[in-house]
């Protein structure tokens, strides 16, 4: 049945669960694709008998048109869908993939996988300051738009992003703006002090900043 092989591969697609990559099908596709040209062969040859009088077989044509079309859009959305799963691979597992997961990728995949994470890479650098900006940190909505600091030792004042002056005393525990670049404020600050060190989990709760 025309269509049949391609549709497989949806199918195969349909039934993976979000975010897992079935394997690649090669011989799956390359059916697909022979049976594309077979197609437009047939289609070729009997366009030259309809323009000599055979106009019996304009409808045939047709049919067969209409499922080269369908063949290439399921081809397509077999692709692109692969390339959007790979993607959210990047975003979930980092620039390495695990093995299981490359086993089930193609030469081509593999190759875009690896200038995607390259082009991520460089834009990441090139926001955020001099030392960028990691994107693939924080990924899910904040459940609060506000931290909580507790302070542990005397540090005295600290300016954020914003001018806004905090007085960080022993002890003392006070809520302010969540923002990113709070956070990067206090990235910076553990760098340029061996004696403050701010440590704060990601797991968007009501996001706690101990100050050492």
């Known amino acids: 049945m025309a269509g049949e092989r391609v549709m497989e591969l949806v199918r195969e697609l349909h039934r ?3 975010g897992h990559l079935p394997p690649f099908r090669t011989e799956g596709l390359r059916q697909a694709l022979e049976e594309m040209r077979a197609l437009y062969e047939r289609n070729q040859a009997d366009v030259s008998e309809a323009k000599a009088g055979r106009t019996d077989l ?18 397509l959305a077999y692709l692109y869908d692969r390339l959007l799963r790979i993607r959210a691979l990047r975003w979930e597992y980092g620039s390495v993939l695990p093995n299981a997961i490359q086993f089930h990728m193609s030469a081509e995949e593999v190759e875009w996988f690896n200038r995607y994470k390259k082009s991520l ?4 650098r090139s926001v955020g300051g001099e030392e960028g900006l990691d994107l693939t ?9 506000y931290i909580e600091v507790r302070c542990l030792r005397d540090h005295g004042e600290f300016e ?9 005393k022993k002890n003392s525990q006070s809520t302010y703006f969540g923002n990113s670049s709070t956070h990067h ?6 760098k340029e002090s061996n004696r403050t060190q701010f440590t704060y989990c990601v797991s968007w709760s ?7």
């Open 16 to 18: 993976a669960a979000d």
């Open 206 to 212: 009501p996001l706690r900043c101990s100050v050492e």
């Open 185 to 190: 404020e206090c990235v910076k600050a553990t």
């Open 58 to 75: 304009i409808f045939l044509i047709r049919f067969r048109h209409c499922c080269l079309l369908r063949n290439q859009r399921c081809v």
């Open 121 to 124: 890479a460089t834009y990441m």
């Open 160 to 168: 954020i992003d914003d001018g806004t002056t905090i007085l960080l």
């Open 137 to 145: 940190q924080d990924i899910k909505p904040p459940k609060s738009l």
